[in-house]
C-alpha cells in the first residue's frame, strides 16, 4: 500500500511539473534556450518590393505566435526570444509598416492583435500579449518615438477597448487612446480653429491661403521648438517655399501663459502666421490631441491632414520631396 501511495504521489509530482513546464515553454530542454526571431520567409512568388515588404508587415509576428509550439518565458525572454530581440524586431516591423500603403499597414496591426490575442487565449501564463501590446504604445503611441502614427495605433486601441483579454480599467484607457487617434486622422480635414496674432488680429486655419500649411504647435522657451525654428529658418529650399507663398507655417500656441508668448516674439520669423489661441479652445474641446510639444501637421491646401503629428524629420523630407516636384 505504501508503494502505491509512493507511486501516485510521483506520478502528480510529474503531471504538475509538466503542466508547469508546458505553461510556457513545454517540457522539451531544447526550448529552453534564448532562439532568434522568427522572421518569416517571403515566398519565392512574391519576390522583392514593395509586395515582399507588404507580406513582411502582415505576417511578421505569425511564426512568432504559433501557437502549435510554446517556448520559456520569463523575465528575459518572451516565447522563447531575448526581450531586447522581441523589441529590436518590433522596431524593424515599425519599419516595414512605413513602407507600404496606410491600408495594409492598419491591416498589418490589425493582424498582430489578432496574432497575440490567439496566443493570449491559449495559454494566459505566457507574457507574449503584455509585452507586445507594450511594445505597440511604445513605439506607435508615445509622443518621443520617431516610429509613432496615431494611424496606426488607432486599431490596435480599438482592439484592445473591446477584447475581454483586457481588464475593464484599461479597456477604457484604451477607448479613449482611440478617440484620440480618431481626431485629425489622415487623409481627413483637419479641425478649423482660430488664433489671435500679436497685433491682435483675429485669424483662422481655413484662412490661410497656402498650397501647403505648416500646423506648428509650439511653445515659448521650448528647445525642440527652436530647434525647428532654426531648421525651418537655415533651409533655403524650405525658405523659398515660404517666401513664395507656397508653403504657409501656422505657429501655433494653446497654452495661458499669453505673456511669455509676447516675450517670444523675436524669436518667431515674421514670414510665418504665429498665433495663440485666445479661447483655449485646441486642448478643452480636444480639437487635436496635442500630448507633447512641438507637434507638427502637414495640410494640403483644402487644410487635408498629409501628415499627422509626425517627427520633424518625416516633414521636412515630405516638404523637400513637394519642393522637388515628387
Known sequence: MAVDNDIRLLTAV???????????????????????????EVPSMIGSGNEAITYLATHFWDDFTDTSETYVCDSST????????????????????????????????????????????????????ETVSSLAEKYLYDPNSPLRSEDLYLPFASAMSSSPLVPPEKRAVYEYDAKMC?????????????????????HTLYGIDAEYTLLFFSNPGCEACKYIID????????????????????NIYIDEDIEAWYGYQDIYPDSWYNGYD???????????????????YLLDRDKKVLLKDAPEDRVFAALHRIGDGQ
Not at 489622415?186 to 489671435?196: I, L, Q, Y
Not at 525651418?232 to 508653403?247: C, I, N, P
Request: one cysteine or more; charged letters at 20%.
Open 231 to 250: 531648421a525651418l529658418e537655415s533651409d533655403t529650399a524650405l525658405g523659398s517655399m515660404v517666401s513664395s507663398g507656397r508653403l504657409a507655417v501656422a
Open 182 to 202: 480618431s481626431l485629425n486622422r489622415t487623409g481627413s480635414p483637419a479641425a478649423d480653429f482660430r488664433f489671435m496674432d500679436k497685433a491682435g488680429r483675429s
Open 78 to 129: 518572451v516565447n522563447g526570444v531575448h526581450t531586447d530581440d522581441v523589441e529590436q524586431a518590433f522596431a524593424d516591423w515599425a519599419g516595414y509598416l512605413r513602407s507600404g500603403t496606410p491600408d495594409d499597414a492598419r491591416e498589418a496591426v490589425s493582424a498582430m492583435f489578432r496574432r497575440i490575442a490567439a496566443f493570449e487565449r491559449r495559454d494566459t501564463s505566457t507574457n507574449v500579449f
Open 278 to 296: 485666445p479661447d483655449f479652445i485646441i486642448r478643452t474641446d480636444l480639437l487635436y490631441n496635442v500630448r507633447a510639444i512641438p507637434s507638427l
Open 14 to 40: 510529474f503531471a504538475l511539473m509538466c503542466a508547469i513546464l508546458q505553461g510556457c515553454g513545454g517540457p522539451a530542454a531544447e526550448k529552453s534556450a534564448p532562439r532568434p526571431f522568427p522572421v518569416p
